[in-house]
Each structure stands twice: as structure tokens, then as C-alpha cells.
């Protein structure tokens, strides 16, 4: 059958972003099954055995408690499981002086569905028929925000300011208050803190301008704390998460162990937030209370906040670690390599600047040397102007071995140290031209 598709349903039955490089990444691995491919490609977290321990104990104490039948025989609140509702409550309030309420939380199916609730609660065209823009004020950024929305031009993302050095390898984005247009357009504004792909982590200065820009449009501000403390707490910077005002904090228990019950916790302004329960209830009703129930578990006992704190960060970190001493020891001196410096996620972000082919084509090549890593250029949703940066730019998942990123980012040096030799010299005569790529 071929229905035809509404405007929406073509919109939505499109891979966006990464998803579609994600495609051929799984192709080249199935086809390659003779070949052993090292793939830092991945965005799934870990299993640590200590973690999964943890969603293992929750698990049994559900089980052999009396709620059972009333957590998984029974529809629920769309707001969320009272329990876990309370559990966050009881974290956050004392930890971070808070006042929260229960009023300010909802519970949502993942992460992702809660930027799809408020991307197309608030950005979009209102009764008016005014459009209201969904603000990405640094780009790159998560490149699931390119699908979130319904209205595709609803969507600009702002080009940042490089910060370079100290060390010559090293450099950082920052956001460009000069360009960053936060108007009476703008719906609310979206980022990810710290930043997947790049691990970057906006001060509390650079939230707080941001913020201030809003406020006086009335338009919320949410930060994606995916990656950031009090779990999964993979934060190598220091950083403390703001509320309060227009500003809606936004978890995720996916890099806490659990990505696969998919639970999101939206924490704002109650009117905000009544408004993405009602969307919430009108989309699929509610969470899957078995994963709510669990991580009320892990939230109430401190659990979830110490495994973080003694497993998950410093695994991660650790990985980080292993990848930019190798990058250091083994890339060629006399290119122009910048790695993002290290201040969170689960990401490394290298740019080769003036890199003499587009990221594609590298990624290709590196695919050559049995290497898999994410071309750069997916990652800057929303971005209307042309930057030859954004082919210049990698990302590459901690996920593997500490031993397999260390030989897969040698391969990567060495592809590195020949696509550059070989652009010197190709306007000399042939017989001086060096190969490049690895060819295995
Ligand atoms: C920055 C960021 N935001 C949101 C998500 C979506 O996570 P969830 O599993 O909660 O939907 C991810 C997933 O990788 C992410 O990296």
C-alpha cells in the first residue's frame, strides 16, 4: 500500500539528522560481517554491571511488593507515578534549595517526547498565525532536535563563537550574544547541558543571559540535562543545574542505566508544565509506570545519585581520558586538530579545520581503516547560514574499550597525517603524491 502521506506524515516518516548516517552505519556493519569494524558511532550508554545491578534489586523489590498490581494493572496519572513524582521532590528540594511542588513535574516517555511536547506546543504558528520559533542559541547541538517539530521552519539554531586554546589543540563553542536573536518570535529556547555531541556546558552566566533574553516574550527556556547531575551526573566540569523563572529543567533516565523504559522528568513552571501533561495525555496518555515505579525506587533510596557519582561518571571520564591522550601522543603536530574540551556527556568532539574533503568523505575513508565514528554535519539542526565548519567536525562515542578507542583513534591519526599530506602536495607533479586512506 501507498497512502498518501499528510504534510505531517511526510515530515515525520523522514530519518533525520543522525538516525539517517545510522542507517548506513548499521548497513556497513552488517555488511562487513567478515570484517571487525571498531565502532565509536554508538549513543547507547554502556551496561555497567553495577548499574544494571541496581535496575536489577529495584526490579525485585517491586515485584515481591504489594503495589505490583497497582504499578502495571492499572492506567495512571498523565502527569506521572505519584511515587517517583514524590521521589524527585524529596531529592531536589533539599538539594538544591528548592520549593518545588508537585505541580511543577511531569513525567514523560523519554526525553525526546518532551521536546516533541513542548516543540510543537510552542514553537510553530499560533491562533494568530504568527510563527513562534523554537531558539537553538548554540549550534551544534543534539541532533534529535531536528525532528522534534512538526514545522520545519520553526527551527534556527545560532552559530557560536570559537574559543581557542590555551592549548593549541584544544578549543571550546561559546554562545555569540552579538548574533542570538531571542525576539517576541521566539517560542521558547532549547539546550542541551552539558552538550551531546560536543560535551560542552554552558556557564551559569551564559543560562542566566540567556534566560534574561526570554523573560521579558514570556518564553521558557529548557535545558537539556540528559547528561547532567544529580543523575547520570556525567559532568567532568563543574556544574550546578538552575531552576526556577522561565527555565524548565529536563532529565533523562537513558545515561542513568534505563533507556530502554524510557523516562523523561520535565521540572518548571506549572502552567508550563499543564500545558505538556495535556498534550502528554492527548499523545499516548501516559509513562510506562513499570520504569516509573523502578526509578522511584533508585531516586528515594540516594541510590540512583551514588552510582552515578562512583560508576558512571568516572567510567566515562576515564574513556575521555584514554581518547585525548591518544589524540595527543599520535596526530600529526603540524595540523590543525582541535579537540572539544572535555567538560561532559558521553562524547568526544574533534574538528579538523581546513580538512581538505567534506566529513562525509572522511567518514568514509575512515571506514576504509575499519573505523566508525559520526560525521559532524548532522549535529547542527536549524542552522540556516553556510559555515564550512560544520563539515569539519567528528564525533566520537566513549562507549568502546579504553583499548579499542586508543587503536581506532591511531587509525584516525594516521588517515589524518595522509589526507593532509597528500592535499600539500597535490598540486605537484604526480610522481611526489602520497596515498591516502587505509585501504584494508
Ligand atoms: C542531549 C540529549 N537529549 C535527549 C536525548 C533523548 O533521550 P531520551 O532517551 O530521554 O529520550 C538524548 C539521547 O541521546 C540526548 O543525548
Redesign the pocket.
Known sequence: MNPTLTQFGAQMSKLTGVRAIMKDINETLRAGKSREFINLSA?NPVILPEVEQLWRNCTAELLSSAEYGEVVCRYGSSQGYRPLIEAVLNDFNPRYGLTLTDRNILITP????L?FLAANALGGYTQAGELKEIVLPLSPD?T?YGGVTLIPEALRAYRPTLELGPDPHRFKYRPDFSQLEITEKTGFVLF?RP??PTGNVLTDDEVNRISALAAPYNAPIFI?S??APPFPALNYADMTPIFGANRVHCM????AGL?GE???IAIGDANVIQVLESFQTNLCIHSSRYGQAIAAIAIASGALADVSLTVIRPHYQGKFTTLETTLDEAMPKTVPWRLHRAEG?IFAWLWLQDLPMTDWQFYQELKQCGVIVVPGSPFFPGLREDWLHTQQCFRISLTATKEEIAAALRRLAKLVDDVYRQSEVSDRPPQNQVETGCQV
Request: charged share 15%; glycine share 18%.
Open positions: 549513543g523519554g526525553s525526546q517526547a521536546y543534539y534529535g542541551s552538550c551531546n537539556d540528559a547528561y533523562s533516565l537513558s545515561k533507556p524510557r523516562i523523561g556527556a
